[in-house]
């Protein structure tokens, strides 16, 4: 299995319910009281948002607006840290080594609680992590500075130029069509795969719509890419003809809308991989995942694996490179996934 797909399928499978929290921040200072019961290893205890200190520390010099500070130890730095993050969970996960056990007892978190839900904290195998439960999909903003970590949270719209949904139509134990030992699943995962890598790159923030071990349904997949408020889906697909081995050539299908941005895509696709162009079948039923969906989509069928020299062509890890990076370039001409009235990253912060 193609490992970029296996690095980035995390970000997949991104079923969420938001939950409202008031847009005015909230200044807070949460510490745990200090028992005489010792707290277990890998334990994570939630913070308490109120304490009789809450005014004495809401507001310290040390703070920085718009962060929540985290204190960290003498000699504790960068090198420490590490951060991630859980999109399908709505969770930030921060591990600092090194950290005494209960310094976080007796040196308060405080600053900026806007778009944090909850907050819990525990010691694993000598590591302090700090657990957040955010009401929405951010992207960590971190600022080491007067021995604190500063933590912030950034909209993804305002770091990425756009967020795309990448979807492959089989999982799980289906591999789609079939022909000369090859399959489908493996060409689209492949594709998938250099697509997510060629996206992260050119600052395109990417997320799958699903595993590679789940074979997802329409809806489950539209309801993955708009929940990140995903301002396009690329579907990647192979073509199949059951009549004929020589039927050959690259599609792409969106919306009406779209139609003249997929025509543009498929011909750059054809002249980049050295590929005709497929007939237009008027009998073709419209995928549902582009007639369903308010997002574009882009529903591209890369070639015929019923034609053995297209098959072998779709199954090169050259071509699987040179179809991202024209996919990629296609997108990024209008810097819009365009009009279907999604929003684009430059009404995103206006919209109400």
């Keep these: 299995m193609n490992n970029s797909y296996h690095f980035l399928k995390k970000m997949t499978i991104v079923s969420l319910v938001f939950a409202g929290l008031s847009a005015a921040s909230l200044c807070f200072a949460a510490s745990l009281p200090v028992d005489d019961t010792p707290m277990k290893e890998g334990m994570l205890r939630k913070l308490t948002e109120k304490t009789d200190m809450t005014e004495e520390v809401s507001n310290r010099d040390a703070d920085r607006n718009g962060y929540l500070t985290i204190p960290l130890p003498d000699g504790i730095g960068e090198e420490n840290v590490l951060v991630t993050t859980d999109d399908s969970e709505q969770k930030i996960k921060i591990a600092i080594s090194d950290v005494p056990v209960y310094f976080y007892h007796r040196n308060f978190l405080s600053g900026d609680m806007k778009n944090i839900q909850n907050i819990r904290y525990g010691y694993e195998n000598q590591v302090a992590k700090i657990e957040l439960d955010t009401n ?185 490179e040179k179809a991202a990076e024209t996919i990629t370039a296609s997108l990024l001409e209008t810097d819009t996934a365009t009009a279907s009235g999604n929003k684009t990253k430059s009404d995103k912060g206006t919209e109400k």
């Design 136 to 320: 929405g999909i951010f992207e960590p903003d971190t600022v080491f500075e007067n021995g604190n970590l500063y933590f912030g949270l950034k909209e993804i719209q305002d770091v990425y130029k756009m967020v795309a949904a990448v979807d492959t139509g089989h999982g799980g134990s289906e591999e789609g069509s079939v022909a000369y030992g090859i399959t489908e699943r493996e060409i689209s995962e492949r594709c998938a795969g250099k697509l997510a890598e060629e996206f992260e790159k050119q600052g395109i923030k990417t997320y799958f719509t699903h595993s590679s071990d789940v074979n997802a349904d329409i809806p489950t997949r539209i309801q993955a890419a708009e929940s990140v408020s995903a301002d396009v889906i690329i579907s990647i697909h192979t073509n199949a003809d059951s009549r004929t081995r020589v039927t050959h050539g690259i599609q792409v299908v969106s919306q009406e809308e779209n139609n003249e941005k997929a025509a543009e895509m498929a011909g750059k696709l054809a002249e980049a991989l050295d590929l005709s162009l497929a007939p237009v079948d008027e009998d073709n039923v419209t995928p549902e995942i582009v007639s369903a969906s308010s997002c574009p989509v882009y529903f591209i069928r890369l070639g015929y694996i019923t034609n053995k020299a297209e098959a072998e062509k779709m199954a090169s890890e050259e071509f699987a």
